[in-house]
């Protein structure tokens, strides 16, 4: 399964809203993840299971979709947010697979 | 808290072995929840999944096609650790290294990375 992530980069100003695009080739119900990954450290679960926030995780990010058109959204973009957004099927309990990366700028 | 500290070397040769260990702590290696992986992150290859070990009442591996002819992974429950081994390095092997745990089909712990250089 082959996850294409648009746009590459996203370019806004602290406080407004981000939209990122994750579409997969083939079906994977709502086993999606999304990370956050900083300069210099590693991925941080942001969301799992499509929608799911993970722990400790604010509010302002969601994220939606099935199938093989998801979403995640920063509803008011905070300073630490401005960063590389990765998502990662987990449908085929085999294998795992990560997108290109949508960078935030 | 769970926390992966990772170890191992930094710099290889071509066709070695690589060799890192990531020791858990939090958690149990043989749990019957989670899985245990190893994820690479190159500029060329971006982030990419290499394998899997998990307890489920018997030991079960699974390996990404790309690297599954010279991967092991292994797990050490006397040392709540699981290790990766990959024969054969070439420069395309040269990542930034990370063991994670798995959850919920997703990595929700993960270690702080080691840099591997591959060069002669």
């Known amino acids: 399964i082959v996850l294409t992530q648009s746009p590459a980069a996203l370019s806004l100003s602290p406080g407004e809203r981000a939209t990122l695009s994750c579409t997969a080739s083939?079906?994977?119900?709502?086993?999606l993840a999304w990370y956050q990954q900083r300069p210099g450290q590693a991925p941080r679960l942001l969301i799992y299971?499509?929608?799911n926030r993970a722990t400790g995780i604010p509010a302002r990010f969601s994220g939606s979709g099935s199938g093989t058109d998801f979403t995640l959204t920063i509803s008011s973009l905070e300073p630490e947010d401005f960063a590389v957004y990765y998502c990662q099927q987990c449908g085929t309990w085999s294998v795992s697979a990560f997108g290109g990366g949508t960078k935030v700028e | 808290q769970v926390q992966l500290q990772q170890s191992g070397p930094g710099l290889l040769k071509p066709s070695q072995t690589l060799s890192l260990t990531c020791a858990i702590s939090g958690d149990s290696v043989s749990s019957n929840s989670p899985a245990w992986n190893w994820i690479r992150q190159s500029p060329s290859r971006g982030l990419e999944w290499l394998g899997r070990t998990y307890y489920r009442s018997n030991w079960y591996n699974e390996y990404a096609v790309s690297v599954e002819s010279r991967i092991t992974i292994t797990a050490d429950t006397s040392k709540n650790q699981f290790s990766l081994q990959l024969s054969s390095v070439t420069p395309e092997d040269t990542a930034v290294y990370y063991c994670?745990?798995?959850?919920?089909?997703?990595?929700?712990?993960w270690g702080p990375g080691t840099m591997v250089t591959v060069s002669s």
């Open positions: 994670a745990r798995e959850r919920s089909r997703s990595f929700d712990i």
């Open positions: 299971g499509a929608s």
């Open positions: 083939q079906s994977v119900g709502s086993f």
